[in-house]
């Protein structure tokens, strides 16, 4: 297996303004792990200015198209001309609220790697679908349908969100986080082949300070996509030290 660089990415998702970015000043950095943070995207030019050395910039979603009559979008290249480097595409909440499905997030995607940026492509099973025993199968097929071609360690990573902890009340286990890994990383071997092997899987299940340092212990995690706890400094700099 190649060494492996941790992505610690936050996700602000519909929150901040530009009183918000004083949070960015206090965070702790550390070369041996990428950081980075997607906001909201009126203030990706104004973080990508004021980021400090070591700190990634990205968008939370894209048009897959470069351009166009596409109201309220924006494009993977209007992401790069702001200071982007990354892009979040078939985020649960996109999949869910949206109906976005496999086929568009893999044109995303594509559109991400084409404008020369860096696509965070999200997978991830509801509580009906674990509960049914087709966890592997959903995963399975969302990696199938969402991955864009010409993916390679450099230009994708892969997040999975297990949905159905979300607001369930119930936590995976690091056994269950451990086997979707595992799984995912077969997965991506079976489409790309040994260029697998240096592709981030991030988890994506409430990374907290607190459990930060047992879920990056876990071999094929490479790292994590950050809800709330990026918001504030004090705790994605625990999640930082922690990766």
């Known amino acids: 297996m190649p060494e492996i660089t941790p992505l610690v990415a936050g996700n602000w998702k519909m929150n901040g303004t530009r009183a918000s970015l004083t949070e960015i000043d206090a965070l702790e950095l550390d070369t041996e792990v990428e950081v980075l943070i997607c906001p909201p995207s009126t203030l990706i030019s ?113 997040a ?18 451990a086997q979707m890994h595992d799984f995912m990383r077969a997965e991506l071997t079976g489409h790309i082949g040994a260029a697998a092997d240096g592709v981030r899987l991030l988890y994506g299940g409430s990374v907290k300070p607190a459990n930060a340092k047992d879920i990056f212990g876990i071999g094929n995690v490479n790292g994590g996509l950050v809800g709330g706890a990026s918001l504030k400094a004090a705790d994605f700099n625990a999640i930082i030290a922690a990766a």
């Not at 070591?54 to 992401?79: E, N, R, Y």
């Not at 949206?98 to 559109?111: F, M, N, P, S, W």
């Not at 084409?114 to 592997?136: K, S």
């Open 160 to 177: 999975y969100e297990p949905v159905w902890a979300i607001g369930t009340g119930r936590t995976p286990t690091l056994d269950d986080i």
């Open 46 to 158: 104004d973080m990508a200015d004021r980021a400090p050395d070591g700190l990634d910039v990205g968008a939370q979603d894209c048009h897959a198209a470069g351009s166009g009559a596409h109201t309220g979008d924006i494009s993977a290249a209007m992401v790069a001309d702001l200071g982007g480097t990354f892009v979040i595409v078939g985020h649960s909440e996109r999949r869910t609220d949206h109906g976005e499905t496999d086929a568009l997030i893999k044109a995303k995607a594509e559109a991400v790697l084409a404008a020369g940026l860096i696509a965070i492509v999200c997978v991830g099973e509801t509580e009906a679908e674990r509960d049914a025993g087709t966890a592997e199968e959903v995963v399975g097929t969302q990696i199938a349908g969402s991955l864009p071609a010409g993916a390679t360690a450099e230009n994708t990573v892969i």
